[in-house]
């Protein structure tokens, strides 16, 4: 069965630092992956997909991430943070169903 | 814009209550799921649907079932609510059952308290 794992469940930067979050899969077969994002009293928007069509993914908000299969991960990054990145986010992968991480909720220090 | 709408932005219900949350989607979508978000749990699957008539059970089931009987239609059930089902509900929905490649467009979220 697919899966993936989030490290950490709480992530503090300071604005303007790289924001890094973490992404492990675990699939027998090509992966699809995702990142989504909630913020607070929300539903969950898509941040960026992986199709295999290519390992650095651009998404929305100036987030990315980078397909690994040696590392088998999918972390997610974005140069500078500001203040409205501050959410919950969670990384998924694709089967018949989608299956979600436990989520990893991004606090941004002033 | 695909939209995915749920009918309650906020429940409460009492104990041993018979309780239904709708979810309609515009987008014709074959594929729509019911998860319920815990702190600290993540999301995890309750049902999902191929297609009208279908349904399939996810990892929590238990004391849930569904009902599909309109493709842009997907009901979650709570037969006797029970406090430990107190959380928020997000219902989601893709194209193509088989498609690999398309994402989940989720609701804005049912947050049920059960007293």
């Known amino acids: 069965a697919q899966s993936v794992t989030q490290l950490g469940s709480h992530v503090s930067v300071s604005e303007g630092a790289l924001v890094l979050l973490r992404c492990n899969y675990s699939s027998s077969v090509p992966p699809y992956l995702f990142w989504y994002v909630q913020y607070p009293n929300q539903g969950l928007q898509l941040l960026l997909k992986y199709t295999s069509a290519a390992t650095l993914v651009k998404g929305i908000n100036g987030f990315e991430a980078e397909f690994k299969k040696s590392e088998t991960s999918f972390h997610l990054t974005k140069p500078s943070a500001h203040m409205s990145d501050a959410a919950e986010y969670f990384c998924a992968v694709r089967d018949d169903k989608i299956i979600f991480g436990k989520g990893t909720r991004l606090h941004i220090l002033p | 814009d695909v939209k995915v709408t749920q009918s309650s932005r906020y429940l409460v219900k009492r104990t041993g209550e018979k309780v239904f949350l709708e979810c309609v989607q515009d987008m014709d979508h074959e594929n729509m799921f019911w998860y319920r978000q815990d702190p600290g749990l993540g999301l995890r699957l309750i049902y999902f649907s191929y297609d009208v008539k279908m349904k399939e059970k996810g990892d929590i089931p238990e004391g849930y079932s569904v009902s599909r009987e309109k493709k842009e239609r997907f009901s979650l059930i709570l037969e006797s609510a029970s406090t430990n089902q107190t959380s928020m509900y997000l219902c989601?929905?893709?194209?193509?059952?088989?498609?690999?490649?398309?994402?989940?467009?989720f609701g804005q979220g049912t947050r049920l308290t059960v007293v």
């Open positions: 989601a929905s893709s194209p193509l059952r088989g498609s690999l490649l398309y994402e989940a467009f």
